[in-house]
């Protein structure tokens, strides 16, 4: 199970409680318009893999110029949070295997594409998308994608993520780092020895 930071972290650490798989992050930087960072043009993913949203860029006039700026400083934030999170740990292996990346929820879905490409050059089994809501637009075209979406909301008055949580605060680089150093140790048993 691979999550994105960092609102990605707390859904995929519940799922892979739950499901008693390994969790690890993969890294994707959103590229948000100058001016109006919150909304994306386009993100980046460990590996160098960059995806544009051509038509955010175009409609913005955003210049090539503004692109690379904002591409460097995300990929200095990329290279931060993988010092970060890992704390020393290797990623984990992935190659060959069936892959869950989990987000917070979608909105334009371009972090996520960032993701699915990224991850398609490492030679993967399958990718499965699982998120708790998106646009239904947004969803169709991580079908396109993707091997599989799940996504548990699909509103057609979606407006944004936080929309649909009762609490969508921040989360911290302190909670990924707990979250990933809970996930990595060992389960105690919840079966009681017979006396």
Not at 70 to 93: D, F, M, N, V
Not at 124 to 133: D, E, G, I, K, Q
Not at 137 to 150: F, H, I, M
């Amino acid at each position: 199970m691979l999550a994105l930071p960092r609102g990605g972290v707390p859904v995929a650490y519940e799922v892979a409680h739950t499901l008693k798989a390994p969790l690890d992050v993969f890294l994707v930087r959103k590229l948000g318009v100058p001016g109006y960072e919150e909304v994306a043009m386009g993100a980046i993913a460990s590996g160098g893999v960059r995806v544009l949203n051509e038509d955010v860029v175009r409609r913005a006039g955003v210049t090539p110029q503004a692109i690379a700026a904002a591409e460097k400083r995300e990929q200095a934030e990329l290279a931060r949070r993988e010092r970060a999170y890992r704390e020393g740990r290797t990623p984990a292996p992935i190659q060959g295997r069936t892959v869950l990346l989990v987000d917070d929820g979608v909105a334009t879905g371009a972090t996520l594409r960032a993701g699915l490409k990224a991850l398609r050059a490492l030679s993967l089994a399958r990718v499965v998308v699982a998120v708790p809501v998106a646009p239904p637009e947004v969803c169709r075209t991580l079908k396109a994608e993707a091997d599989e979406v799940v996504c548990l909301l699909t509103p057609p008055d979606f407006m944004a993520v936080g929309q649909f949580y009762r609490d969508f605060h921040q989360t911290s680089d302190e909670e990924v780092r707990e979250l990933l150093t809970r996930a990595a140790s060992p389960q105690p048993s919840t079966v009681q020895p017979e006396e």
